[in-house]
């Protein structure tokens, strides 16, 4: 059975930083697209980052510069590195795991919150 488990969400002030890790386990094919979603209050569900296994990354135009997404595919683990946060990047952050065949799995989520 695969797991995603995300960890390194919390409490911050603007300006801080933060690290999210995400590792996928239990998969029987390599993992390809792994991304960052998040879901603020009242809000859609959105995607922040995207990396897939041969190194190409996609962001949202709200994170660019200031996020930055990376993997280390023989840990199966990619992670999100946040800085310069703003109030509004407070959310909860979902990592979503693709394998080759196209079958993905979410994280059950970490909490980020960023305070003025």
């Known amino acids: 059975q695969v797991q995603v488990v995300e960890s390194g969400g919390g409490l911050v002030q603007a300006g801080e930083s933060l690290r999210l890790s995400c590792t996928v386990s239990?998969?029987?094919?390599?993992?390809?697209?792994m991304g960052w979603y998040r879901r603020a209050p009242g809000k859609q569900r959105e995607l922040v980052a995207l990396s897939t296994r041969s190194g190409s990354t996609n962001y949202v135009d709200s994170v660019k510069g200031r996020f930055t997404i990376s993997r280390d595919n023989a840990k199966n683990t990619v992670y999100l590195q946040m800085n310069s946060l703003k109030p509004e990047d407070t959310a909860v952050y979902y990592c979503?795991?693709?394998?080759?065949?196209?079958?993905?799995?979410w994280g059950q989520g970490t909490q980020v919150t960023v305070s003025s």
């Open positions: 979503n795991a693709g394998n080759i065949l196209g079958a993905s799995n």
């Open positions: 239990g998969s029987a094919f390599s993992i390809n697209v």
